[in-house]
């Protein structure tokens, strides 16, 4: 399976700041998406990110509020912008791809507490 | 648009049996795939089905009837430490994964 990591791995945020979220994969990887887990929730796909072009952002998220970057295969960028309380969540990354086919796999999540 | 069903929570005794069950309606379908997550960890890859019938990993079994639109995960010989969420998810187009709400199993010794 791939090997995963994110950085921070817990982070507690003012209001109207933003945080950067990083997921870098130990191979490269064709497919990168991010997800969020409200608490108590089950995940939900926030955007498909891209290599080389803009990412795919599902419906109820916006590239202003969730900016993402993907620069090459095998490291991506999540930003939460201008954070209110209701961003409280886990934020994951997951990969797939480049021997990795047909399965996703998760990284370990960000969990974010905004006051 | 995508429908993703499965019970909230089940309970079950160490060293028995149980089936959690997954019925979908989604627009496209490229597989089916079980994780496990515990309490404040990320989720666990257990099972991928794409085609009918039943993969067995060890103590876990999957099931899947895409005429139906269901899957179920079978846990056999329950462990405490099988005590988690369950999360069936279906990929459809793009690779996207949309996930169901979760069913929380307790064990009890």
């Known amino acids: 399976s791939a090997v995963i990591s994110q950085k921070p791995s817990r982070d507690i945020c003012q209001r109207g700041t933003s945080l950067t979220i990083q997921c870098q994969v130990d191979?490269?990887?064709?497919?990168m998406f991010w997800y969020r887990q409200q608490p108590g929730q089950s995940l939900t796909l926030i955007a498909t990110?891209?290599?080389?072009?803009?990412?795919?952002?599902e419906s109820g998220f916006v590239i202003d509020k969730f900016p993402i970057s993907r620069p090459n295969l095998t490291f991506s960028t999540l930003t939460v912008s201008n954070m209110s309380p209701e961003d409280s969540s886990i934020y994951l990354c997951?990969?797939?791809?480049?021997?990795?086919?047909?399965?996703?796999?998760f990284g370990p999540g960000t969990r974010l507490t905004v006051l | 648009g995508q429908n993703i069903d499965q019970p909230t929570e089940m309970t079950a005794t160490e060293g028995a049996i149980v089936q959690i069950n997954c019925t979908y309606q989604t627009s496209g379908f490229n597989g089916l795939f079980w994780y496990q997550q515990h309490a404040g960890e990320a989720p666990t890859f257990l099972s991928y089905?794409?085609?009918?019938g039943l993969e067995e990993k060890g103590r876990f079994s999957s099931f899947l009837s895409r005429s139906k639109g269901y899957s179920y995960l079978l846990l056999k010989e329950l462990q405490m430490k099988d005590s988690a969420s369950y999360l069936c998810?279906?990929?459809?187009?793009?690779?996207?994964?949309?996930f169901g709400g979760g069913t929380r199993v307790l064990v009890k010794p």
């Open positions: 997951s990969v797939e791809g480049q021997g990795y086919t047909d399965t996703q796999y």
């Open positions: 990110a891209n290599q080389g072009s803009e990412a795919t952002y």
């Open positions: 089905n794409v085609l009918d």
């Open positions: 191979s490269q990887v064709t497919m």
């Open positions: 998810a279906v990929k459809a187009a793009g690779n996207k994964l949309t």
